[in-house]
């Protein structure tokens, strides 16, 4: 749930800089401000562009943290700079390169993608370890997806995925409608361990689940996002609620 409302949040604030960023009090910049295409330093680039989402550190944001050793062992170069450019259709995650539409140079994409990795891999943290593809390599089956979740979540996000004592609701159509399943799968493999939440490898201690369940799980999850105009309305009332909330 605070996850949710953070993402909602980080959002919101997305579109309020999209939209000048001049909120009441704030000095406008001075006029030696440098121009933005000039700006190569990966940490100021980073903190711009993907903490307010991601976390300043690449964890403890809404969406999946990027410092994470696990995920930077499980994501390629290409799949960041890419994900990076290009985003993520119908979710937060927006295309950042200018050829996309977005703002950065090629140069600032993969200053931050050298960033990235030069901040937070920690190969000695996965050494000896046999990681899951990073990508489906089959389809998956939402039944024996359901005996999945049963072995290796309910413990924690409760019958049926809606909340447990240890973990909230993951089957929320609002949820699932602003993440796709890459997003899913990712978060299946790493965990967030800056939540408390187990990799893979210790959803049931001393069980890794196998590349099949992964996949498994994640179409059982995905069979509770609505379909397409539902999915919209969906998520305009969900935001609604929240934004009321807020008040
Ligand atoms: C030991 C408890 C535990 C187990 C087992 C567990 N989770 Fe979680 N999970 C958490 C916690 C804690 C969070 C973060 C807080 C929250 O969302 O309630 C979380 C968050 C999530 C999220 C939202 C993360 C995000 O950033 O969007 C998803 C999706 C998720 N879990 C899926 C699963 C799936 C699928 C399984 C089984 C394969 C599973 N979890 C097993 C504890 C657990
Ligand atoms: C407004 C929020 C937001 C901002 C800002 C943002 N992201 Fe994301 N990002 C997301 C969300 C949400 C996802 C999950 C998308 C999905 O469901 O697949 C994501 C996913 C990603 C992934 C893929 C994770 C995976 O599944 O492997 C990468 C890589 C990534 N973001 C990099 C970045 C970088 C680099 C920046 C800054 C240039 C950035 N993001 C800025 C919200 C954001």
Same mark, same amino acid.
């Given at each position: 749930?605070?996850?949710?409302?953070?993402?909602?949040?980080?959002?919101?604030?997305?579109?309020?800089?999209?939209?000048?960023?001049?909120?009441?009090?704030?000095?406008?910049?001075?006029?030696?401000?440098?121009?933005?295409?000039? /700006?190569l330093?990966?940490?100021?680039l *980073?903190?711009?562009? $993907? %903490?307010? #989402? &991601? +976390? =300043?550190? @690449?964890?403890? !944001?809404?969406?999946?943290?990027?410092?994470?050793?696990?995920?930077?062992?499980?994501?390629?170069?290409?799949?960041?700079?890419?994900?990076?450019?290009?985003?993520?259709?119908?979710?937060?995650?927006?295309?950042?390169?200018?050829?996309?539409?977005?703002?950065l140079t090629?140069a600032q994409v993969?200053s931050i993608?050298?960033?990235?990795?030069?901040?937070?891999?920690?190969?000695?943290?996965?050494?000896?370890?046999?990681?899951?593809?990073?990508?489906?390599?089959?389809?998956?089956? /939402?039944?024996?997806?359901?005996?999945? *979740?049963?072995?290796? $979540? %309910?413990? #924690? &996000? +409760? =019958?049926? @995925?809606?909340? !447990?004592?240890?973990?909230?609701?993951?089957?929320?159509?609002?949820?699932?409608?602003?993440?796709?399943?890459?997003?899913?799968?990712?978060?299946?493999?790493?965990?967030?361990?800056?939540?408390?939440?187990?990799?893979?490898?210790?959803?049931?201690?001393?069980?890794?689940?196998?590349?099949?369940?992964?996949?498994?799980?994640?179409?059982?999850?995905?069979?509770?996002?609505?379909?397409?105009?539902?999915?919209?309305?969906?998520?305009?009332?969900?935001?609604?609620?929240?934004?009321?909330?807020?008040?």
């Amino acid at each position: 749930m605070m996850l949710r409302l953070a993402l909602f949040c980080a959002i919101a604030c997305a579109l309020l800089c999209a939209s000048g960023c001049w909120l009441p009090g704030k000095p406008a910049p001075a006029p030696e401000v440098p121009r933005p295409d000039s /700006v190569l330093d990966s940490k100021v680039l *980073y903190s711009q562009n $993907c %903490a307010g #989402c &991601h +976390g =300043a550190n @690449g964890t403890h !944001g809404a969406a999946p943290p990027l410092g994470d050793p696990v995920y930077l062992a499980l994501v390629s170069d290409d799949t960041l700079r890419s994900v990076a450019s290009k985003g993520r259709n119908g979710t937060a995650m927006s295309a950042f390169a200018q050829k996309e539409g977005g703002m950065l140079t090629e140069a600032q994409v993969d200053s931050i993608v050298r960033g990235i990795r030069q901040r937070w891999s920690n190969p000695s943290a996965v050494a000896g370890v046999t990681l899951p593809a990073y990508a489906a390599t089959g389809a998956g089956d /939402v039944q024996r997806g359901e005996t999945a *979740y049963n072995t290796f $979540c %309910a413990s #924690c &996000h +409760g =019958a049926g @995925g809606t909340g !447990g004592a240890k973990a909230g609701s993951i089957v929320d159509p609002a949820y699932l409608s602003l993440i796709t399943d890459q997003g899913l799968r990712t978060i299946v493999i790493t965990g967030r361990p800056d939540f408390g939440a187990p990799d893979w490898r210790n959803n049931v201690p001393g069980r890794a689940m196998t590349g099949q369940e992964i996949t498994d799980v994640v179409a059982w999850l995905a069979s509770h996002r609505p379909a397409s105009p539902a999915r919209r309305q969906n998520v305009a009332s969900s935001a609604a609620t929240v934004s009321g909330g807020l008040q």
